[in-house]
């Protein structure tokens, strides 16, 4: 949690840029001028086509915290202009933000836009997008509730800086108060989240703690599983109209096991926040006579621990040099390890199992510190750079029983790992790699996938016998060859090419523990064989994968893995599939990026075996480790 210090930090200076007079600048746009800004480039987004908008030379535009070049994501998916419009003007910050629903291809998409104008050019787009949202009611989100668009009398305005400050007591009332006590909420107020009303709720048949008021609901304790509301930005003041917008991120490291409920009864916590999760919230505060009377906000889960990439000046780029950095990046692929004795104290096939068995060892108790890690020992999971201790390492609650499959190379001193444990009481795939350098874990790289996240089986008893078994001297591939062969798959995958990828008749291959390929109980392409499933022409949704990353291999068991991020742009509404059309849908029409580590198992150049794991993160995420 955020301590008194730190709170004291970020409402001094939330105070302190509220009080600060802004560049002349920032004021030369008024406020038709920003809404004005605001519609045409929505219109632009519509048209598909930003050539004529008026852009800063250093223009920047974000979806869900991921870059994105202006002819990509919503670029490409964009369909329908919001009829729900909602503006929020700040003529001092030169900002604007627009809350709405928009159409990605066939999908009601609910979306909120800052914008910052700079000498009535556009500089900055920051677009949130409930993409796939499971809780969402669209019917709530018609046009906006008339509290939002009515002018205060001037007795019952208040200052930037005390808005910002009202706005500011929310968050520190959910992250370290866990109470009511210091907010100012009015007695009416009402919260509504992705157009679900979930305080002070008029509906009789909502549940009990949606039908309380606001300050009822913070009294009760229960936001003691929001452990950190970080990054607060306070982005849009309309004095005028009592209207104070802010950004943050709702950090559940899942370590809670118990929060408040309704008539003071503690309950235990469940799923999905007993396991870590982060929320990117846009959230929109009506403050009347200096108290919170309506709140309005747009709710997205991304990756546990990501920040909001406008933290920092140096991750800005332009979008053309966005688009060449893809461009070298798609081409670029990682070779194989070189051929070279590795040195005298390096560490061997059973010394890198050991270091496996000792991290997992310290990650069911909890406590990173029984494991070898190095003093700058870099961690990600799911693609986040995250601080040892946290995320899984505070609620994995049981280690491998059964399934458990570890690839060594002492050549690079990687070693990969697939399993299934438990987090919390309920069954994960953790998979991943972890570096070993002087008798120390140097990186550790991992994708979990949680129950109930929808794609996922958890019913494997042990490894197919044929990963570990030796492969005859006659029929090993060089390390070079191993990469080959993974390479043709992933181009067959990416370029959507026919009998490019090499496979034995006997190949199948295991996703999130489910079987994608040769099933004998599949149906459709999850029936079909690894070749006739890759040259089927359905992936063709793939449309990159970017970086490719080898980084362990095995020429003794035939084995490659590799760190892969693949990027689906949300443009293809079909695939054809044996001569017939296929209609797309759901995930695949709109933009997603998964990050999968994959594992295959060569013998004579053909693939018998693959294994992977996948998440879907926002759409263009890096892997942490580019």
């Not at 986040?384 to 059964?402: C, I, K, N």
């Not at 990416?494 to 079987?515: I, K, M, T």
């Not at 693939?607 to 992977?612: F, P, Q, S, V």
């Amino acid at each position: 949690m955020t301590g008194d210090a730190g709170f004291t930090r970020v409402l001094a200076l939330a105070l302190l840029t509220a009080i600060l007079p802004y560049p002349a600048r920032a004021q030369e746009c008024s406020r038709a001028c920003l809404t004005g800004l605001m519609d045409t480039f929505l219109e632009a987004l519509e048209a598909r086509d930003p050539s004529d908008l008026p852009l800063a030379p250093s223009m920047r535009y974000t979806e869900n915290g991921q870059d994105i070049a202006l002819d990509d994501g919503l670029w490409k998916t964009f369909t329908r202009s919001s009829g729900y419009r909602l503006y929020v003007p700040d003529t001092d910050a030169g900002q604007v933000v627009f809350l709405g629903v928009i159409g990605e291809n066939e999908e009601s998409v609910i979306a909120h836009f800052r914008m910052k104008v700079e000498g009535r050019q556009i500089a900055e787009v920051e677009a949130l997008l409930a993409r796939g949202s499971t809780m969402a009611a669209l019917e709530n989100l018609v046009e906006p509730k008339p509290i939002y668009l009515e002018t205060l009398p001037p007795d019952q305005r208040r200052s930037r800086a005390d808005m910002i400050a009202i706005t500011n007591a929310y968050f520190t009332g959910l992250d370290t108060e866990n109470s009511g006590a210091n907010v100012p909420f009015h007695e009416d107020c009402q919260r509504q989240e992705n157009g679900v009303i979930l305080a002070n709720s008029p509906d009789p048949d909502a549940g009990e703690m949606q039908r309380l008021g606001c300050k009822a609901q913070f009294d009760t304790g229960f936001s003691t599983i929001v452990t950190d509301v970080r990054e607060r930005r306070f982005v849009a003041i309309d004095e005028e109209r009592g209207l104070s917008y802010a950004l943050v991120f709702f950090d559940h490291d899942g370590s809670p096991k118990t929060m408040g409920g309704v008539g003071g009864v503690t309950r235990d916590v469940q799923a999905p926040f007993n396991r870590p999760m982060t929320l990117m919230i846009g959230e929109l505060f009506k403050i009347v006579d200096g108290r919170i009377r309506q709140i309005e906000a747009i709710i997205v889960q991304v990756p546990y621990g990501m920040p909001s990439g406008w933290g920092n000046a140096e991750a800005s780029a332009q979008p053309a040099q966005l688009a060449a950095q893809r461009a070298a990046t798609a081409s670029a692929r990682s070779p194989a390890a070189p051929e070279a004795s590795p040195p005298a104290a390096a560490c061997d096939r059973a010394c890198l199992r050991d270091f496996v068995d000792r991290y997992v060892a310290a990650l069911v108790a909890n406590d990173h510190t029984q494991a070898p890690f190095a003093a700058d020992a870099k961690f990600t999971e799911n693609a986040q750079v995250l601080e040892l201790g946290d995320a899984l390492w505070r609620t994995a609650s049981a280690g491998p029983d059964g399934y458990e499959l570890v690839a060594a190379d002492p050549m690079t001193g990687n070693a990969a790992f697939y399993m299934i444990m438990e987090e919390s009481g309920s069954p994960i795939w953790l998979t991943g790699r972890l570096q070993v350098e002087n008798a120390e874990i140097t990186e550790l790289e991992t994708v979990v996938v949680r129950s109930g996240g929808g794609f996922a089986g958890f019913d494997h008893e042990r490894p197919d016998p044929l990963w570990n078994e030796v492969v005859p001297p006659e029929r090993r591939n060089t390390r070079e060859e191993l990469v080959d062969a993974a390479e043709r798959y992933m181009d067959a995958l990416e370029q959507n090419l026919v009998d490019h990828a090499r496979f034995d008749e006997s190949c199948n291959r295991l996703e999130n523990g489910v079987v994608t390929a040769n099933n004998p109980q599949g149906q459709g392409i999850g029936a079909m064989t690894c070749r006739d499933n890759i040259n089927s022409g359905m992936w063709v949704y793939i449309t990159e994968i970017a970086p490719r990353r080898y980084l362990v291999m095995d020429e003794e068991r035939g084995l490659v893995m590799g760190m892969f991020m693949f990027h689906h742009d949300g443009s293809h509404d079909h695939a054809i599939v044996d001569g017939e059309r296929v209609e797309y849908s759901g995930a695949t029409r709109r933009p997603f990026t998964t990050v999968i580590p994959e594992m295959f198992k060569v013998m004579d150049g053909r693939i018998y075996r693959i294994t992977a794991s996948m998440v879907a993160i926002p759409y263009r995420s890096d892997s942490g480790w580019d």
